[in-house]
């Protein structure tokens, strides 16, 4: 069984400019999630979708940032301007339902200079 | 509000002998209480967890966890460690109620660190 997909491994942009994130999850996991990881430090969530809807996208920065799930399977995060503070590791999970365990994809490791 | 707090940033230990990693939590009824391992360049992958039941409790690679109500704590171990279980390793609680029901909240990580 194929794991949670992210594309690009790595991305290096300069500031000002917009960037975008691909997770493809498991087969037949309803639930999605990115997370946000910065050095040193644990993932944040930033948006939750259960199929096409984002049920918790609180803690997302909507100045900049915007996600979609437009089928209900793979996802895109696009942040547009990226600042030098939005280096980091972004991160994508899975699970069969908001309850189950989530399984992480390798991540988006973006570097604004 | 719930929460998961590591308190050591990097703990060292020599292979064969047994580690520890200390995780204690803030929840308001029973916790939902999880163990992740992070290797270089990759995601997280998930050891154990606690739902309910024994305190217990048994995971992938040989670790385990043991959760104690009364010191609010979820203490990851292992009797014997390997050179391979250098890593970072994350513990988190799973929000039960309200809007973020389901959500993880993730500890800062504890570096491990194994020697030869």
């Known amino acids: 069984e194929a794991g949670v997909v992210q594309s690009p491994r790595y991305k290096i942009i300069e500031k000002k400019q917009p960037v975008a994130f691909w997770c493809n999850p498991i087969?037949?996991?309803?639930?999605l999630y990115w997370y946000l990881q910065n050095l040193g430090q644990g993932p944040e969530l930033l948006i939750r979708?259960?199929?096409?809807?984002?049920?918790?996208d609180s803690q997302l920065p909507k100045d900049r940032f915007s996600a979609e799930r437009l089928k209900g399977v793979d996802s895109t995060l696009k942040i547009q301007p990226a600042e030098l503070g939005d280096s980091a590791v972004y991160l994508c999970?899975?699970?069969?339902?908001?309850?189950?365990?989530?399984?992480f994809g390798p991540g988006t490791r973006l570097t604004v200079l | 509000a719930q929460s998961v707090a590591q308190p050591e940033d990097q703990v060292n230990v020599a292979e064969g002998n047994p580690l520890t990693v200390k995780c204690t939590y803030s929840v308001s009824g029973n916790p939902y209480l999880f163990w992740y391992v992070q290797y270089p360049n990759r995601g997280l992958q998930f050891l154990l967890k606690y739902i309910t039941g024994d305190n217990l409790v048994k995971g992938s690679y040989g670790f385990e966890a043991e959760f104690n109500k009364s010191q609010t704590s979820f203490h990851l171990k292992k009797p014997s460690a390997l050179v391979s279980d250098s890593a970072l390793y994350f513990c988190?609680?799973?929000?039960?109620?309200?809007?973020?029901?389901?959500?993880?909240?993730f500890g800062k990580g504890t570096k491990l660190s194994v020697k030869p």
């Open positions: 988190a609680v799973r929000v039960l109620y309200g809007g973020s029901q389901g959500n993880l909240i």
């Open positions: 087969s037949g996991h309803n639930t």
């Open positions: 979708y259960e199929n096409e809807e984002a049920v918790d």
């Open positions: 999970a899975s699970s069969l339902a908001p309850l189950n365990e989530q399984f």
